[in-house]
């Protein structure tokens, strides 16, 4: 089509579109960077208010006894610190990098529906915003973890309606997003970049958009007949009525095991983008790596039963899903083996993005350690619902997944804005946050085999020293993300001064399309395909 | 190069927090006093020592890797990116391990399955917040609240929980058992999801109301075990402990005997003196209303109401015993309280001074007349 009017080549007709002035530009923008850099930055502050949810918690668990909070606001606390940094941070930003990314990475003008990938953004602010109007109202907020668990999710008070339908809002986004990128990737491809040829960051994106397409439905539905048990009288939930409250954990866990899968599959494919680049060598094992994330997807629509170990499951129930979730082991063993030889025999230099992706392999192998451990069904009937396990998906959240989207954020900066970040400031973010994210959670996993269980305001004094080790940690944690923060807006501002190059890293155009266009990027990319693709990657 | 030597003292210390890991309790993993717990805590060593183990090796060839092909030391990169026998290898190693695990993690299962052939039977309700406990071969049957110190001080601010011994983790009664045999537990809940956990014990269940589980335990040496509830459960989901007595099996028959007696007694409803009345009340109190009245009577806006100033409570008294009997939709039926615990419990509320009330009068065990008309 481009073709056929390029020839009758009219100025007026052609000039290119530049963003929007003012205000407007960023509400009713369908241009993929300004999405991305909407998602992103909403997913910052969302860290920040999901960040401080925590240390609310940790300050209240800072010493036995209950000093600040009531233990109701405390459960509220719990809850909404959760669905806050699941569905309002550390998604938004994996789908604020796919936005701005893929496009980039493949070759293509931009995402393939734009006007659905505004709604999808908007949407996902209202349902934030109507979660996070649930503080205010009377009975507070959902206090039953982010599991909704029934029966006692149907105690909530007034916040109940509320907390669903925002629960409805951002699966529609995420659905959105999803269906945005599986299309882009589809049918957008630059010409010579097959599906075998593509940034590990794509395919990963890729697979945890059909696993959001396939997991949403089912979360959307568990709340939904939530919603009818207390309003309309059935009794899906209800034994009284025939129902089974341990069916709505059935429900949710088939949702719920993919869907921590959706927030580290990507994060694998940034460390898989990064660690190569500065590493000055192939990613070693392009191939399995892809196999592998296939083979994690998989896996994860078929172990949901392993947080349920405790419920009182048949033992031969208990016995598949024990075998099932020791097998995940084996891909992501893959994984992390693959990552270290790349880093083998390689040239490395340690920027703060490989210093961040390097810690994100140390310590999400941490995370998945304990995660084997708890794979053993007798054995995670001592680990379930204590500190053990909080320990365990902290270390593959925090360490991993938000690791990398820091690791993301120093990469791909000076791409954005043109110009370098305070390498200085960025390594000391690193090592503050590096250091002060083991004093956080490693303790817990004391507290937790020592005995303590999870969800607790106030705890019997022989955890006492280990929860202050570990609130203290939670502090300098905190507060050292203000120095991401610091650094974001001077690199918009100006960085250092110095003149990025459009490779911005040594080699890197060898490794990803998105370092063949200038820094930084111009508002449209790619409007004609890129001649050629980069191979280093594969 | 500096910063990889603080890297690898940071690494080299979470490892030695791992390896340590076994001389403490505090760090590790209780090993407990049954034969379940002791078959857990073996396969946890095991798994630990495994991972232990692979992670010596992963993290030691990449920090290898990263102190040695670096580029300021001048190390040309290779640009190998794939081979096939190092990937088998690394596929089928894992697999022989986890099979390695799969095999005592089997028989762990199977042997904490085996709840048949029990010796006694006792039924665990789950209650927000405390647990009842149903010994269905003698009768014996009573809550199991935490204790008056703890739950005075957890919800008085100003108290210390270090003068408490066992804070949180101690109650009005343990669950009393005997040594040496098999012990069938039957769990289930009244309103919403309990789960009941004794770490020494090896094992924790999930109480769901309308179901049934099971579970069983055979203790060998007398002892008191603590643990708590761990499904969230709510406000007080923090406050329901469990204590677990183990005793040898004559001294276990004289405290059943014991029990028995008191439990069958008819309740005594001679006068006490007006300190008595409100003293007892004070505890019964601390039981059964605290939780959602809150100890200084205020209730919690938007949740549960007032009891300070309430019209309900400081008006007639009939319609009162009535009503604390009868229950509403959001309070349970007090039904079960015996009269005299009962008439201590009105007289506390109406007037202390702690709730903010001072009717004046009292009422005597005797006096409690609209008995609930009990269909059972």
Same mark, same amino acid.
Request: with cysteine; charged share 15%; hydrophobic share 45%.
């Given at each position: 089509?481009s073709?056929?009017?390029?020839?009758?080549?009219?100025?007026?007709d052609h000039?290119?579109?530049?963003?929007?002035?003012?205000?407007?530009?960023?509400?009713?923008?369908?241009?993929?960077?300004?999405i991305?850099?909407m998602?992103l930055?909403?997913?910052?502050?969302?860290?920040?208010?999901?960040?401080?949810?925590?240390l609310?918690?940790?300050?209240?668990?800072?010493?036995?006894?209950?000093?600040?909070v009531?233990?109701?606001?405390?459960?509220?606390? !719990?809850?909404?610190?959760?669905?806050v940094m699941?569905?309002?941070?550390?998604?938004?930003?994996?789908?604020?990098?796919?936005?701005?990314m893929?496009?980039?990475?493949?070759?293509a003008?931009d995402?393939?529906?734009?006007?659905?990938?505004?709604?999808?953004f908007?949407?996902l602010?209202?349902?934030?915003?109507?979660?996070?109007?649930?503080?205010?109202?009377?009975?507070?907020a959902?206090?039953?973890?982010?599991?909704?668990?029934?029966p006692?999710?149907?105690q909530?008070?007034?916040?109940f309606?509320?907390?669903?339908?925002?629960?409805h809002?951002?699966?529609?986004?995420?659905?959105?997003?999803a269906?945005?990128v599986?299309?882009?990737?589809?049918?957008?491809?630059?010409p010579?970049?097959?599906?075998?040829?593509?940034?590990?960051?794509?395919?990963?994106?890729l697979?945890?958009a059909?696993?959001?397409i396939?997991?949403?439905?089912?979360?959307?539905?568990?709340?939904?007949m939530?919603l009818?048990?207390?309003?309309?009288?059935?009794?899906?939930?209800?034994?009284?009525?025939?129902?089974?409250?341990?069916?709505?954990?059935?429900?949710?866990?088939?949702?719920g095991?993919p869907e921590?899968?959706?927030?580290?599959?990507?994060?694998?494919?940034?460390?898989?983008?990064?660690?190569?680049v500065?590493?000055?060598?192939?990613l070693f094992?392009?191939?399995?790596?892809?196999?592998?994330?296939?083979?994690i997807?998989?896996?994860?629509?078929?172990?949901?039963?392993?947080?349920?170990?405790?419920?009182?499951?048949?033992?031969?129930?208990e016995?598949?899903?024990?075998?099932?979730?020791?097998?995940?082991?084996?891909p992501?063993?893959?994984?992390?083996?693959?990552?270290t030889?790349?880093?083998?025999k390689g040239?490395m230099?340690?920027?703060?993005?490989?210093?961040?992706?390097?810690?994100?392999?140390?310590?999400?192998?941490?995370?998945?350690?304990?995660?084997l451990?708890?794979?053993?069904?007798?054995?995670?009937?001592?680990?379930?619902?204590?500190y053990?396990?909080?320990?365990?998906?902290?270390y593959?959240l925090?360490p991993?997944?938000?690791? =990398?989207?820091?690791?993301?954020?120093?990469?791909?900066?000076?791409k954005?804005?043109?110009?370098?970040?305070?390498?200085?400031i960025?390594?000391?973010?690193?090592?503050?946050?590096?250091?002060?994210?083991?004093?956080?959670f490693?303790?817990?996993?004391?507290?937790?085999?020592?005995?303590?269980?999870?969800?607790?305001?106030?705890?019997?004094?022989?955890?006492?020293d280990?929860?202050?080790?570990?609130?203290?940690?939670?502090?300098i944690?905190?507060?050292s993300?203000?120095?991401f923060?610091y650094?974001?807006?001077?690199?918009?501002?100006g960085?250092?001064?110095?003149?990025v190059?459009?490779?911005?890293?040594?080699?890197?155009?060898?490794?990803?399309?998105?370092?063949?266009?200038?820094?930084?990027?111009?508002?449209?990319?790619?409007?004609?395909?890129?001649?050629?693709?980069?191979?280093?990657?594969? | 190069?500096?910063?990889?030597?603080?890297?690898?003292?940071?690494?080299?210390?979470?490892?030695?927090?791992?390896?340590?890991?076994?001389?403490?309790?505090?760090?590790?993993?209780?090993q407990?006093?049954?034969?379940?717990?002791?078959?857990?805590?073996?396969?946890?060593?095991?798994?630990?020592?495994?991972?232990?183990?692979?992670?010596?090796g992963?993290?030691?060839?990449?920090?290898?890797?990263?102190?040695h092909?670096?580029?300021?030391?001048g190390?040309?990169?290779?640009?190998?990116h794939?081979?096939?026998?190092?990937?088998?290898?690394?596929?089928i190693?894992?697999?022989?391990?986890l099979?390695?695990?799969? =095999?005592?993690a089997?028989?762990?299962?199977?042997?904490?399955?085996?709840?048949?052939?029990?010796?006694?039977?006792?039924?665990?309700?789950?209650?927000?917040?405390?647990w009842?406990y149903?010994?269905l071969?003698?009768?014996?049957h009573?809550?199991?609240?935490?204790?008056?110190a703890?739950?005075?001080?957890?919800?008085?601010?100003d108290?210390?929980?270090? !003068?408490?011994?066992?804070?949180?983790?101690?109650?009005?009664?343990?669950?009393?058992?005997p040594t040496?045999?098999?012990?069938?537990f039957?769990?289930?809940?009244?309103?919403v999801?309990?789960?009941?956990?004794?770490p020494?014990?090896?094992?924790?269940?999930?109480?769901?109301?309308?179901?049934?589980n099971?579970?069983?335990?055979?203790i060998?040496?007398?002892?008191?075990?603590?643990?708590?509830?761990?499904?969230?459960?709510?406000?007080?989901?923090?406050f329901?402990?469990i204590?677990?007595?183990a005793?040898?099996?004559?001294?276990?028959?004289?405290?059943?005997?014991?029990?028995?007696e008191?439990?069958?007694?008819?309740?005594?409803?001679?006068?006490?003196?007006?300190s008595?009345?409100?003293?007892?009340?004070?505890?019964?109190?601390l039981?059964?209303?605290?939780?959602?009245?809150?100890?200084?009577?205020?209730?919690?806006d938007?949740?549960?109401?007032?009891?300070?100033?309430?019209a309900?409570?400081?008006?007639?008294?009939?319609?009162?015993?009535?009503?604390?009997?009868?229950?509403t939709?959001?309070?349970?039926?007090?039904?079960?309280?015996?009269d005299?615990?009962?008439?201590?419990?009105?007289?506390?509320?109406?007037?202390?001074?702690?709730?903010?009330?001072?009717?004046g009068?009292?009422?005597?065990?005797?006096?409690?007349?609209?008995?609930?008309?009990?269909d059972?």
């Open positions: 089509m073709a056929v009017v390029a020839e009758h080549d009219d100025h007026h000039h290119d579109h530049g963003p929007e002035k003012g205000f407007l530009r960023w509400i009713i923008t369908t241009n993929h960077k300004d991305g850099t998602y930055v909403f997913a910052l502050i969302m860290f920040f208010v999901g960040g401080t949810m925590a609310i918690i940790r300050s209240e668990l800072f010493e036995p006894g209950l000093q600040f009531d233990p109701q606001f405390f459960n509220s606390m !719990t809850t909404m610190h959760a669905l699941v569905f309002g941070a550390v998604m938004p930003a994996f789908v604020g990098l796919a936005n701005w893929i496009p980039m990475m493949i070759g003008p995402m393939a529906l734009p006007r659905m990938n505004n709604m999808s908007w949407m602010v209202a349902g934030v915003l109507l979660l996070a109007s649930t503080l205010f109202m009377e009975g507070g959902p206090a039953a973890g982010w599991t909704l668990y029934p006692l999710v149907l909530t008070g007034k916040a309606p509320f907390a669903i339908f925002s629960v809002l951002l699966g529609i986004s995420s659905i959105m997003g269906i945005n599986i299309a882009t990737i589809f049918n957008m491809r630059a010579g970049m097959t599906l075998m040829k593509m940034p590990l960051f794509v395919w990963t994106w697979i945890t059909f696993l959001l396939a997991i949403m439905p089912v979360f959307a539905g568990a709340v939904t939530l009818t048990d207390r309003f309309f009288d059935t009794s899906f939930f209800d034994a009284a009525g025939g129902g089974d409250p341990v069916l709505y954990q059935h429900i949710f866990w088939f949702f095991h921590v899968y959706v927030m580290i599959l990507p994060t694998f494919g940034v460390a898989s983008t990064i660690i190569p500065f590493a000055r060598k192939p094992g392009y191939a399995s790596m892809v196999y592998a994330t296939g083979a997807a998989f896996l994860s629509f078929i172990v949901w039963a392993h947080h349920m170990f405790t419920v009182g499951l048949p033992v031969a129930g016995l598949y899903f024990m075998y099932a979730t020791m097998l995940i082991a084996i992501t063993g893959v994984k992390v083996f693959n990552w030889a790349t880093m083998w040239s230099t340690f920027e703060t993005p490989m210093l961040f992706s390097i810690a994100f392999v140390v310590l999400f192998t941490m995370g998945g350690f304990t995660g451990m708890m794979s053993v069904a007798p054995s995670d009937f001592q680990y379930h619902d204590t053990f396990i909080v320990a365990h998906f902290h593959t925090v991993a997944s938000i690791f =990398i989207l820091m690791a993301a954020g120093y990469y791909w900066l000076p954005w804005t043109g110009h370098m970040y305070n390498e200085k960025g390594q000391l973010h690193f090592w503050l946050s590096a250091i002060s994210v083991n004093i956080l490693f303790p817990q996993h004391f507290l937790g085999l020592a005995g303590m269980p999870r969800r607790i305001p106030d705890y019997a004094i022989q955890f006492a280990w929860n202050m080790v570990s609130s203290i940690g939670a502090f944690y905190g507060f993300q203000l120095l923060v650094i974001v807006i001077d690199t918009i501002r960085g250092t001064g110095e003149k190059t459009d490779e911005v890293w040594e080699d890197a155009a060898k490794h990803g399309l998105e370092w063949t266009v200038p820094s930084p990027a111009p508002y449209h990319t790619f409007t004609t395909p890129p001649a050629v693709i980069p191979t280093e990657h594969f | 190069m500096k910063k990889t030597k603080q890297l690898l003292a940071c690494l080299v210390l979470m490892a030695l927090g791992l390896g340590t890991a076994h001389a403490d309790y505090t760090l590790n993993l209780v407990g006093v049954t034969q379940l717990s002791h078959e857990v805590y073996d396969l946890h060593m095991l798994i630990l020592w495994i991972c232990v183990f692979i992670g010596i992963v993290f030691g060839t990449m920090f290898y890797s990263i102190f092909h670096r580029k300021s030391k190390h040309q990169a290779a640009s190998f794939e081979n096939t026998t190092v990937e088998i290898i690394w596929t190693i894992p697999t022989l391990i099979v390695g695990m799969a =095999i005592p089997t028989k762990a299962l199977m042997d904490l399955d085996k709840v048949q052939e029990s010796d006694m039977s006792i039924k665990v309700t789950g209650k927000q917040w405390y009842d149903e010994y071969d003698s009768g014996v009573f809550e199991s609240h935490l204790d008056e703890s739950e005075k001080v957890h919800r008085l601010k108290g210390d929980p270090r !003068t408490v011994a066992n804070y949180l983790l101690n109650v009005d009664k343990p669950l009393v058992i040496k045999k098999k012990i069938r039957l769990f289930t809940a009244a309103d999801i309990h789960s009941w956990w004794v020494d014990l090896g094992w924790k269940k999930d109480a769901n109301p309308g179901f049934i099971e579970a069983w335990t055979s060998e040496n007398p002892g008191t075990y603590r643990g708590q509830c761990t499904e969230l459960c709510g406000r007080d989901h923090g329901m402990p204590v677990v007595v005793m040898e099996q004559d001294r276990y028959d004289a405290w059943v005997k014991e029990t028995l008191k439990q069958n007694q008819a309740t005594d409803l001679s006068d006490e003196s007006r008595v009345l409100m003293a007892k009340g004070e505890s019964v109190y039981k059964n209303c605290v939780a959602c009245h809150q100890i200084d009577g205020k209730g919690i938007g949740w549960y109401p007032a009891l300070s100033g309430s309900k409570v400081t008006g007639n008294m009939d319609q009162l015993i009535g009503f604390i009997q009868a229950g939709s959001k309070m349970p039926a007090f039904r079960k309280l015996p005299d615990e009962l008439a201590e419990l009105i007289t506390y509320i109406r007037n202390a001074p702690e709730l903010g009330n001072n009717v009068d009292e009422i005597q065990p005797d006096k409690i007349t609209p008995k609930w008309d009990d059972e």
